[in-house]
């Protein structure tokens, strides 16, 4: 996550402001859903080092704006509150259009560096001053900063788990269906055989296209989609701008569902073990890599199917 100028900040901080007014009902309030999937464990505190916060914990009086009440987020004061809220939909973010598993260390590295633009943007300046220099202060935000992507991951998690059970026809404990869709990816692929296989349509596979839309773009509202409608590419497209679906966000769907598909065969076992889906989202990024997209401008490389032509291509697989 990088939000390196001034003018990205504040885009975010008016979005928040607007999601924020009225009272506040956000998953961030409950206790955090315990889940391995994605990067729940991956800002690690203790691994932040000075080239994102440049001084050790300080023995000094900070302001009292600055006070951090233990608890969950209703107990922080309204600023504080707010800078956490909008650094969790940064988290979140990262998830769903960077990497979904970066390095322990630049996921730490990356949420500080939101909190410090954040803070500063907003002008909460003994804030800001404490994160840099505190680092026991800058701990307790980013433990907290993590529920929003700890809720968010179980989320696409028992959604992808549901859509497998759906449309992949395996039975519990059966090796050979579970390595027959595994094989050379051919679950990402439509069809509803693992014996035939359409290479020419990647991702197009009716549980990766329901997993996406029911994760994405559907849900309560605000969905995801929603929350996040700026960040997502678009591309020139017979002569307009279509939105398109970022291909990290394909490859993180398809991720879980690989996840899901060898949890049928071991409920018990570590499917979603984070080690052992990172090698299998860095080997889908290579899938994905080749995915041809409808003709466009430049822009395009970062996007590959236009949202709106899910529903269509979820129709066509089934057909």
Known sequence: MTIGTRAKVKEVKISCMTRNQGPENTDADVDII????????AINTDTIDTDTVPSASETRTWHASTTFYPGGLRKQSDPIAHLIRQNMEDVVADILFVNAYPDKLEAAKSTTRSLLNLSKEFGLMHIYECLQHDMTYLKKFLRLSTQRASNTCGNIRAICIAQCAAHYQINMGDPQTVSGWLEKNRFIFPGGSFTKVDRSKPFQNIAVLSSLSSAIFRGATPTLAQKHANKFPTALVKGRTATMIPK??????????????????????????????????????????GTAAPKASASNVEGTYEFINIEKMKRASTS
């Open 34 to 41: 315990e889940t391995d999937v994605i990067h729940t464990d």
């Open 248 to 289: 990290v966000m394909l490859v993180l769907v398809a991720t879980i569902l690989h996840a899901s598909i060898l949890h049928t065969q071991n409920p018990d076992g570590q499917a979603f073990d984070v080690g052992d889906m990172k090698p299998i989202y860095t080997d889908l990024k290579g899938v994905v890599s």
